[in-house]
Each structure stands twice: as C-alpha cells, then as structure tokens.
C-alpha cells in the first residue's frame, strides 16, 4: 500500500521555482520529522531539507537560502518550495519520516519520487 506520494515536479529553466508536495500517511506523518531527499542521476541520495514536527528546519548547503520546506499537520502533507533553481538540482525527489540528529530515513519503503528537470 502506498504510503509516500511525491508530486509537483517537471521541468523548469534555470533560475525558475517549483513547488513538490508529498502526501504522508497520517501514522509516518504525524509522529515525525519530514524530509526531502533527491538522488542525482549516478549519484546516492541525499537530505536536502527537513522541518520538525513543531515546524523547525533545517536545510544541506546546496539549497539553503533558495528551498523551503514546510508541514500542513492538519492534511499531513510536506511540500518544498524551490527558488532560483539551478541545473544540477535536477534530480528526483523523493520524502520520508527522519529522525535524528544524525539524520536518517525511518521508512524502508520509498515513494516513487518525482522528477525535476533544470535546463540551463
């Protein structure tokens, strides 16, 4: 059963914004962090953003200051805004629950993801 639904991604020139959503199951949702992970054509995946339960966040380097993440707690959804896109934030996104610091996945099972596309 799908648990995880990444939507909102395409394709976007350089420079534009997109905004990903991510539809929880209310028991990964309501008891956790989420993050947005992406994974790179050959390379792993990585955190780029997570908000807390009570709304905290935090962000990776790359995206800081152009990514924001944020919860709707009541419709258990996270979703991503991206600003001032860049190519080589093309990459398919992907979230989850996280815990830590050290940050980690708790799901086993990933979304499908959704694909962003940044042409230079």
């Known amino acids: 059963q799908v648990q995880l639904v990444e939507s909102g991604g395409g394709l976007v020139q350089a420079g534009g914004s997109l905004i990903l959503s991510c539809a929880a199951s209310g028991s990964i949702f309501s008891g956790n962090a989420m993050g947005w992970y992406r994974q790179a054509p050959g390379k792993q995946r990585a955190l780029v953003a997570i908000v807390t339960r009570t709304g905290n966040t935090n962000y990776a380097d790359s995206v800081k200051g152009r990514f924001t993440i944020a919860r709707d707690n009541a419709k258990n959804t996270v979703n991503l805004v991206m600003k001032s896109l860049k190519p080589e934030d093309t990459a398919v996104y992907y979230c989850?629950?996280?815990?830590?610091?050290?940050?980690?996945?708790?799901?086993?099972?990933w979304g499908k993801g959704t694909l962003v596309t940044v042409s230079s």
């Open positions: 989850n629950a996280v815990t830590g610091p050290p940050y980690r996945p708790i799901m086993d099972y």
